[in-house]
DNA sequence: GATGAATGAGAATTCATTCAT
DNA sequence: GATGAATGAATTCTCATTCAT
């Protein structure tokens, strides 16, 4: 960050990838793959564009260790302790409630797993699922243990909930719909918590009274 | 389509915009605003590209016009007549049902409000949400007249669950996700019909036994 | 040519590729490939850049395409009527007068094909040694039934010679080096005939007295 | 070769110097100046990038080091003890055998010399025309006392016959032409032998029986 | 209405070179 | 002497858009 008298910059490698993966983080999650901009990945996280090439190769490149990135963050959370306990319903409810929780604090990666979601095929890199799979997949043993034991319906396909479960939140936290048909901004903190505990229930018990 | 004596294509005005708009709607739901390019557009609907500024101004104008045609094709299909003896319970599975049959057979829709969510704010034009508002207004009130007949839990929030539902279902049919999870099409016709069951059970009752 | 008020120009498709090519081929004959630069092509065609990637796709289209030129004028020149009451030894001095006199006039030839073959392998396209056997395959035969009759000498490898004629030449056109051993342009007119008689006698009577 | 406790590899300035030199020369050859890149150069040497500037100044430099080094060994090897009693037959036929059979075990530096001569005017640096003529004299003085005493052809220019010879032999190993004509490769041990043979009777007398 | 050549601004990528340690 | 991060100027290539016919 200390400027040197001509304006060259001293940072070690980590510091520099790591402000550049930031900006392109931010950008990316913005605007997408095809919107976001080298320039202003470089400019926004004030490092030589240039860098961009020696770290990352490329923009998929770049692309793609973001995504790696906000992956892994998303695998680490959603995975966890569960109290072993607690019967499957009241587990399906602690994954349910931490996934939501950490989605409504990372709405970026939403947007980004959905850019890349509906880029799929071109760009191959990460796999998404195969991500998405490894996190839930606590949840997904929750629900075929509760469906053997007789806690959920035996028709269930645990493999479809899970889906479920990921759109229903997805579609939440991607924001702007849910924002302008209630007028309001979704994850604005106490909204969260309202939606975390709809979303809880309405898995479990749906609509019907 | 026939050529005149200077090689020229005669055709008139509808059939090129049509042309055009089914060649843009092809391309924009494939890779979104970004992605897309104009001389693809044109070399697709194999259309002079100056015709695609003469008709619609420009690229952006391209884009609202194709948004608004999937969008009046949308709530289109999500209107329509419900048997009026029916319970709420049985007028809300007719609409999911409905609904789910239209994306089935129209999947392109799905990505294009994606994108398009994904993009709100920049390009400001007909407003998706207000579309799928008018498309779903009757599942609102179907949900609505069920809370406060008791056919339907009394804390719901409808506009909750009409969301819940187009997000469900959005996913779904976004696709690859899904596609990848179960190694297979989510799109594909038996597929189709069991997912749509799957939905308005999962909605009406949870999955609790 | 002409430009209208707003700089614009107007011209046809085969007037501009006419231009883009003369101009890439002075450069490339000037350069190489590595060193020409595709702004100063467009710059010298006074033609926009754009226009080299609409009509030959990129750098190695425009390289080519060059190539190709030449090399079609190569073999066109190299080939032609022969006295056929001439005798063998006649022949062959028929056609390497005539190749060392385009030569003379194309030395921009001479030096894009060394180019060509200093860099053969990479860039796979026309090939120049096809061309150049095509061009002197008249050659070739001449020298086979001289062999056959004993004209020449009965232990020649007819390839080997032609080969040995287009590198005398090619290096001699090729220019500096010839310049400034002499101190003088191999080019120069005088000269030309100078080498082209040397080469004649160089080639059917040796040094020897 | 050793690192040193940072990971520094310490070597002498000429033990790196000689690494650098060697990837240049093995890069300059096959691409040529501009297509050759330092950090290439840098990597193939397995030296850091720095040590080029520190060594050569810049690019240029290390290109005019690497022409000189080439050069040198080419006029050491051209030049060498001649039978005094030989005829000036004998000695031209020496002299070409030693030309042939240093190229084609240097057949980089044949290359080298063409990139050169063909960007010749651009990088003033060592003269290949002098070095040529240096490493040539002794076959000039050959030429220039065979002509004299009669046992060359009166009419001779010799140094059109040195260049003449250069030319040829160059030809033949810039490789790939040849390659390609004759659908084998000119460098290939007894392929040399027999062009060498070729080389000195083509010269001395020509192709007439 | 239709055509296709032309355009300029801009985007990604590359390269030789230098700086601080 | 050695290192590797950093740099800015080029360089290739792309794109939406407009003009003249």
Known sequence: MLDDSQGRKRRDRDTTQALLLEAAERLFVRKGFDGARIDEVAG???VNKRMIYAYFKDKVGLWHEVLEHCLARLVDATRGELDPNADAREQATQVIRRY???LAV???IVRLLAWESLNDGRRPGPRVDDAL???LEDLHGILKRGVERGTFRADLDPQLIVLGIVHLCSGWFRGRLGASLFGEDPTRPGRTKQFREHA???ILDGISA
Do not use: E, K, T
Request: hydrophobic content about 45%.
């Open 44 to 46: 926004l996280a004030d």
């Open 106 to 108: 990372n709405p970026g």
């Open 100 to 102: 939501v929780d950490f």
């Open 200 to 202: 809880v229930r309405m």
């Open 133 to 135: 799979a490894r996190g």
